[in-house]
């Protein structure tokens, strides 16, 4: 499958590596296709980068791991077109940096991350998913505790179960489908609750496991 990703940083290549690592094709859209070099490098020939329209075009699923001031800018240049019909994972977080670490929420109830994603791509198919663990363990979630369970959300059931199946490739045993595209709202407070204890302990390989028995 063809993978486009909007976005260069830590999870966009992390996610990158770990599509490749399945089989997949990947490209990168970025503003600066020099600052991926060296992940090239890593990624072999099944992993390249271009702008965010070219990625956009290219990729049968999308993930958008942009920032969140940056991310209906990478949209816009990607072209809405590019996206219809589209699974596109959402890995964002509406965070407010402005006054510091750690941030604010800018998310609310009806008006999540996950919810205006989908408004700006009402033709696209959106899944909220590994917004709320660390990058570096996205593709490889197992940890010495444990294997975390993995929350998503979005309003198309089939495109849900495609999410998982990747994260199963992962190694995610547990993918909890917590209902609607309403429901980003829940997983991006969830986040900031991962990231308050990131920064207070200072530990960011943390991760959460429901326990049900």
């Given at each position: 499958?063809?993978?486009?990703i909007m976005g260069s940083g830590v999870v966009?290549?992390?996610?990158?590596?770990?599509?490749?690592?399945?089989?997949?094709?990947?490209?990168?859209?970025?503003?600066?296709?020099?600052?991926?070099?060296?992940?090239?490098?890593?990624?072999?020939?099944?992993?390249?980068?271009?702008?965010?329209?070219?990625?956009?075009?290219?990729?049968?699923?999308?993930?958008?791991?942009?920032?969140?001031?940056?991310?209906?800018?990478?949209?816009?240049?990607?072209?809405?077109?590019?996206?219809?019909?589209?699974?596109?994972?959402?890995?964002?977080?509406?965070?407010?940096?402005?006054?510091?670490?750690?941030?604010?929420?800018?998310?609310?109830?009806?008006?999540?991350?996950?919810?205006?994603?989908?408004?700006?791509?009402?033709?696209?198919?959106?899944?909220?998913?590994?917004?709320?663990?660390?990058?570096?363990?996205?593709?490889?979630?197992?940890?010495?505790?444990?294997?975390?369970?993995?929350?998503?959300?979005?309003?198309?059931?089939?495109?849900?179960?495609?999410?998982a199946s990747f994260a199963e490739g992962w190694?995610?045993?547990?993918?909890?489908?917590?209902?609607?595209?309403?429901?980003?709202?829940?997983?991006?407070?969830?986040?900031?609750?991962?990231?308050?204890?990131?920064?207070?302990?200072?530990?960011?390989?943390?991760?959460?496991?429901?326990?049900?028995?």
């Amino acid at each position: 499958m063809k993978i486009g990703i909007m976005g260069s940083g830590v999870v966009g290549q992390q996610l990158g590596v770990g599509f490749i690592r399945l089989g997949h094709e990947v490209k990168i859209g970025t503003r600066d296709t020099a600052k991926l070099n060296e992940w090239k490098k890593d990624a072999g020939e099944k992993g390249t980068a271009g702008t965010f329209s070219e990625a956009a075009k290219f990729g049968e699923l999308i993930i958008l791991a942009t920032l969140w001031t940056g991310t209906e800018g990478a949209i816009t240049l990607a072209g809405k077109e590019n996206f219809s019909g589209k699974i596109v994972i959402d890995v964002t977080n509406p965070l407010d940096f402005s006054k510091g670490a750690p941030p604010k929420l800018k998310s609310a109830p009806g008006e999540s991350g996950g919810e205006t994603i989908q408004k700006l791509l009402p033709g696209a198919k959106v899944v909220k998913a590994f917004n709320t663990i660390s990058a570096y363990i996205m593709c490889n979630p197992k940890r010495e505790e444990g294997v975390p369970d993995l929350f998503i959300a979005g309003n198309d059931e089939s495109a849900k179960m495609k999410v998982a199946s990747f994260a199963e490739g992962w190694g995610w045993n547990s993918v909890v489908d917590m209902g609607d595209i309403s429901k980003s709202y829940l997983l991006e407070t969830f986040a900031l609750f991962w990231i308050e204890y990131g920064f207070k302990y200072n530990n960011w390989t943390h991760a959460f496991k429901l326990l049900k028995k």
